[in-house]
Structure formats: C-alpha cells, structure tokens
C-alpha cells in the first residue's frame, strides 16, 4: 500500500524506518521529512496542517493510508477533515479526532478528563487573564516548586517549574496577561508539584481495546544532571530500569485501563497513540500530561524495540480489530542521545554541514533537525540527529550511542553526556 507520513522529526524518521520493514507498505511519502527520511522514502514539501493540499496529494497519489506523527495537525481536525470528506472518508487516517486530541491540545481538557475518570493525577486550578490575581493568590497556598502549564500547544516549552512563589507570580502574569506564549498560555493551569522519578508509557488503541508499548524515559533539560532549560528532549532509555512488573501493573490499571475506557465513556473517536507521562511518586504512579501521539525522543527507542509489523497494526487499529494483535517485542535495551545546536534551545544557527554519519555502523541514526542542500546534509532545527543504539542493558546501549557520537561533526555541535545518569 501506499503511505503517507505527515512531519519532519526525529520521530518520523524513526516511524517511517520502521514502516519500511513492512512487506504491506509498497510505497511511503513523507511531507514534508528532513534529510533522512529523504535517503529511504520520497519527502514532498506539504505542511501537514495544509489539509487541502493534504487532500489533493492523497487523491493524486491513490494514498491508502495517512499516518500523523506530530500534535498539530490532529488537534486541528485533520482525522475529522478525512471523515467529513465524502472523497477521503475511507482512508485510514492514524491520530485520534480533535475532540480526542483535546487530551493533548488542552491542559484544562486533559486535567478534567483525568478527575472525571478517578486517575491519579496533581491537583491543579486553571486562570485566565480575567482571573490572575486570583492565579497569583493560589501561588501561595502552594508548596514551591510552582508548576505553570500553558493551556495550549507551545512546542514542548510551555511548562515552567519555579521555586521563587514572586518568581512564579510574575511568570503568571508574563503568560496571561502578556502572552508568553502566544495564544498557548491565554490560559494557564497552575499545579501541585509532585516529587518522584519520571517515566513515559505508550499505549495504541483503536478505541475499543488497547496494546501497550515498552516504557521509555527521556531527559528534558539541556544540561547534564537535568539542569537549565526545558527542551523537546536530550536522550531516552528503554525499557525504564525502575519499571518494574507491579509498577507496570499499576499503571495498566489505574491509568490505561481507565483512559481507554473515559474515551468510550464521552464517545470519543480515538484510533491511535496515547503517551502518558508519569511520575513514579514511592511506588505509586500518577500522570503528569497526556499526548496524543508517540513522543521525540522516544519514539527512536520504542519503534527499535519493536518486532512486530507497525502496518499490520495500524490496519488492525483502523478496523477496531487491536485485540487480535500480539506485540512482539526485542529484549535488548535501546537508548537514544540527541545531538543538538548550540544555543538549543534559545537562539541557534541552522545551515551547518554535518559529516561522519555514513561512518556510524554499531547505531542507527535518526535525522530530527536536518535537510539536504545540494546533496549536503545540513542542519535545520535545535534537535539535528538522534543516536540510537541497542545493548543488553542500557548501560551497554549509552556506551555504544557515545563512540558513536564522536564520529560526528557539525560547528557548535553539542550533547549530553550523562543521559541515564539517574538510573
């Protein structure tokens, strides 16, 4: 059949590179992809959030299948478009609907849905403009750290954790009143901190029923020891070493059990990935955020880890048949470590030649912030490559992604070099 992949990360590459091993896909577009998805599939200059040139390309291309990777398109209403065109209406499209997408599209959405359907989560108040003194009185019923989330959609960079309540109150404002964040924070969703060790867990449904893909932690800081500034993430480790089999249980079901079955309770549309972020807080699991399709950069961690055939998958999930799949999964560990831009993530510079990738043999290297030049691979975001390596342990697997990493080259090149130190 003929694919089309909608996004241009890391993450898609690593879906598009697992795809391929699939003997159903005969053929797979990206739009718009970066340099790597340029050396396996065919890249076309699409914005995944332009759904009429989506429309037109997926007519033209005979397209049997649409597969979303990042969260724009989807809580814009791209499954909905596909549904509500009598032209489109029988593709597949993988993503769950704009309301389903609201789990991730809104902050507010997602804490009420977490409350309705009695899944740990913190407890939170949400502000407007309209309400900030009331945002800056809460502040101080709170313990410090003070967690602010804006509302909407910020690229990963909108949540602040502040230990200074002045600090916090005048962050609040600067996003409400402001608009730090664009329309993002025209609300902001204020939050108990909670204490414990991260953790992501991956979870495909098809509405019905649901299948849970191999946990993951990534490292969002940029510096090492998880200091300084948020980013989209630094490097992740799969399986979580501290997941263990009752932990595992617990979150099946208090979390994902009860998610799936809150989205049947509202009649939600969902066909798709769900990515819960945990806290592991002594031993007991609480959520942290929902997002509606697979995270960057785990995706370059689970999608290796996983044997069975991705297409196959999505088929069944289409067709609401997910119970009927068995997940095979590789025992080896796998780490991911990203290679950034200096100034990441402030200012940065795009364009640098990057060189030594065709050298890597012992690590698959994912293309995130990448385009071809004149047949030059150069860089083009924050996040340029992510290193993925596999090992009987992690330990094994992060050794691997380091020797691997100084075959590379590109001016300011820069990365961490103590992911999985917390383990």
């Known amino acids: 059949m003929t694919i089309l992949l909608l996004g241009s990360g890391g993450r898609e590459h690593a879906l598009a590179w697992k795809m391929l091993q699939s003997p159903k896909c005969s053929s797979l577009f990206v739009a718009p992809g970066n340099a790597g998805t340029a050396t396996i599939a065919k890249n076309i200059s699409i914005n995944p959030n332009d759904f009429e040139a989506v429309k037109q390309f997926v007519l033209q291309e005979k397209v049997d299948m649409v597969v979303v990777g990042p969260e724009d398109p989807l809580v814009n209403g791209i499954y909905d478009y596909f549904k509500n065109d009598s ?17 991730e599209g809104s902050k507010e959405f997602a804490k009420e849905f977490l409350v309705k359907n009695n899944i740990p989560t913190a407890k939170y108040e949400s502000f407007t403009a309209a309400t900030v003194e009331k945002g800056c009185a809460f502040l101080e019923t709170l313990q410090p750290p003070y967690v602010l989330k804006a509302d909407g959609l910020a690229a990963g960079k909108g949540v602040l954790i502040l230990q200074d309540l002045e600090e916090a109150q005048k962050e609040l404002r600067s996003m409400l009143v402001d608009a730090k964040f664009g329309q993002a924070s025209s609300k902001v969703v204020i939050e108990e901190f909670l204490d414990g060790i991260e953790l992501s867990c991956f979870v495909l449904t098809d509405g019905k029923s649901y299948k849970i893909l191999p946990t993951a932690k990534d490292y969002k800081r940029i510096g090492e020891g998880d200091t300084g500034l948020n980013t989209g993430g630094m490097g992740a480790v799969s399986p979580v070493p501290f997941a263990d089999q009752v932990l595992l249980d617990k979150i099946e079901t208090r979390i994902v059990k009860p998610t799936i079955e809150g989205l049947q309770k509202d009649t939600i549309d969902y066909k798709g990935f ?18 509606v399709r697979m995270g960057d950069p785990e995706t370059e961690v689970v999608m290796p880890r996983l044997k069975s055939d991705l297409v196959a998958i999505f088929e069944a999930m289409h067709a609401q048949e997910l119970e009927k799949i068995t997940l095979e999964i590789d025992e080896r560990a796998a780490t991911t470590i990203m290679v950034v831009s200096g100034g990441y993530p402030e200012e940065y510079e795009k364009g640098h030649e990057i060189t030594g990738i065709e050298t890597i043999t012992d690590s698959l290297v994912f293309h995130a912030g990448t385009k071809l030049d004149n047949g030059t691979v150069v860089t083009n975001g924050g996040r340029v490559l992510a290193v993925t390596s596999y090992g009987n342990d992690f330990q094994e697997a992060i050794k691997k992604s380091y020797q691997s990493i100084a075959k590379l080259q590109f001016d300011k090149m820069y990365y961490r070099k103590d992911i999985g130190f917390d383990l």
Do not use: R, T, W
Not at 87 to 103: M, R
Not at 275 to 288: A, S
């Open 87 to 103: 032209e489109l209406n029988e593709i597949p499209v993988i993503g769950p609907s704009k309301i389903g997408a609201q789990l």
């Open 274 to 291: 769900v990515f819960i972020g945990l806290i592991n807080v002594k031993g007991e699991p609480m959520v942290i955020e929902y997002n």
